[in-house]
């Protein structure tokens, strides 16, 4: 059973729009969540994290939301721009297993000019 | 640059062959992880190490095993070959909570894997 999820495989958005990617967890002892992008033939790339002590993390025009309650997070990239189109994965990890990051299935999001 | 490079990029191979998979780093990070892409289960962690004598198993570690070398190197080796571990693999480093973004992961490219 999947611990990280990403419900949407894609996920197309017009230029200058706001494009919002949501994950779901299971497993309530991750405290520590990443989001990595991913370009066709290229290894993923860091884009952000956040702290299960936070709700909220905003670099530049992308800014992570946290609710432990829900067990949800997403990523909001304000405003989207066509070299966003990548595949967005969604990971976590607990304190315990600093190493064993779970990564989500992904979701590719194309931005339309 | 300080890179993450993977050998080879592409490869094809029939079933019960031997292939190995080799991961260089020029970034001095300590650990070192290998994870299969398939369509819709993102990234599997098969194998980590945080340094030459520590290796670790990962999620999926059956069927493979690895090789830390030198804290530079890490291969990745397929002893028999099976058609559903044909997936793109990729090598990671990183170095432990680092500054702001902890355990921060950098990728290698990625080796395609086809196992007829």
């Known amino acids: 059973d999947q611990q990280v999820k990403q419900n949407s495989p894609s996920l197309s958005v017009q230029e200058g729009r706001i494009s919002i990617l949501n994950c779901d967890y299971t497993n309530s002892m991750f405290d520590y969540f990443l989001w990595y992008k991913k370009y066709p033939a290229e290894g993923p790339t860091f884009l952000i994290s956040?702290?299960?002590?936070?709700d909220k993390n905003e670099d530049g025009r992308f800014t992570v939301f946290l609710n432990k309650s829900a067990k949800h997070l997403s990523l909001h990239i304000v405003p989207s721009q066509p070299g966003d189109s990548a595949v967005y994965f969604c990971a976590a990890r607990t304190k315990t297993s600093y190493d064993k990051v779970i990564f989500g299935p992904g979701t590719s999001l194309s931005v339309i000019p | 640059d300080a890179d993450v490079t993977q050998t080879p990029r592409n490869r094809i191979t029939k079933t019960g062959k031997r292939i190995m998979l080799e991961c260089s780093q020029t970034?001095?990070?300590?650990?070192m992880y290998w994870y299969r892409q398939d369509p819709g289960l993102g990234l599997r962690l098969i194998y980590y190490?945080?340094?030459?004598?520590?290796?670790n198993k990962g999620e999926i570690s059956d069927g493979y095993s690895v090789s830390r070398q030198a804290q530079a190197k890490f291969s990745l080796s397929l002893e028999s070959a099976i058609p559903n571990q044909t997936a793109l693999y990729f090598c990671?480093?990183?170095?432990?909570?680092?500054?702001?973004?902890?355990?921060?992961?950098?990728f290698g490219p990625g080796t395609r894997l086809t196992v007829l």
């Open positions: 990671a480093t990183s170095v432990a909570g680092s500054g702001r973004n902890n355990n921060e992961q950098f």
């Open positions: 970034k001095g990070h300590d650990r």
């Open positions: 956040i702290s299960s002590i936070k």
């Open positions: 190490s945080f340094d030459v004598k520590d290796i």
